[in-house]
């Protein structure tokens, strides 16, 4: 789908997280979506450009969340810690945000939502296995749990108000793999822009559960449930291959970052005396 600024379908769009890594790649690759793209973090996004309004913004400030959902027609949820940390800071960020956002965008009137959710929400499946949406959680840490209460609720706006939401169970999104699970789990930029775009302007989405990854070599899950977003991955994690050359050196058998697919998230939770 090819976007003049004539042909915007939308008024304006809400990415959270936007001063996060992948906030700031998304900011100007979305911009041809809207006329207006309301940008919020808890930290500094810089100026507001062309088409952009910037609203810092606690997410898990009930208040503040129903201000800056004021307009807007589509939410890009990607706020909140991205990594793995103490209950009580995901339960603010993640679980109290996540709430906010949905009950803003319920009392909006927002139809549909695409929630930035995580491989870590089954991540204590086995790099054996193969799974397919339909498949149980298996959460590898708070982190993970939190993507999991994501999910729940989102499913929970959709049966009981009929809010869309495609929650993307992303895999690793950076410029290049940095270690050998990246190559199963790798998803370029491009790829990543082009599974938003399919959920933002699929007709009918429903509740979906897509996995977040490019056409890698590996496999660890399956994309089934979701074909009727239209997504096609165009990038690989084969061109990288070289990165990891095979130099015999293969982790001990009982290690657990490589018997599931969390990998290192299994070993950085919170430790407690």
Known sequence: MNLTSSEKPFKRILLTGAAGGLGKVLRERIKVWANIVRLTDISDMGQAGEGEEIVQCDLADKQAVLALMQGVDVVLHFGGIS?????????HANIQGTYNIYEAVHQCKVK???FASSNHAVGYYRTTDYIDADMPTRPDGMYGISKCFGE???RYYYDRFGIETVCIRIGSSFPV???RRMLTTYLS???LTELLRCSVFAPRVGHTITFGVSDNPGKWWDNKKAAHLGYKA???????NHLFPDSGDYPPADDITTIYQGGGFLLTGPQYK
């Open 83 to 91: 990594t793995e940390a103490n209950f009580e800071a995901i339960m």
């Open 112 to 114: 549909r939502v695409i």
């Open 152 to 154: 729940s609720l989102s």
């Open 177 to 179: 793999p940095t270690t």
């Open 189 to 191: 930029y491009d790829d």
């Open 234 to 240: 165009k990038d690989s994690s084969a061109e990288f």
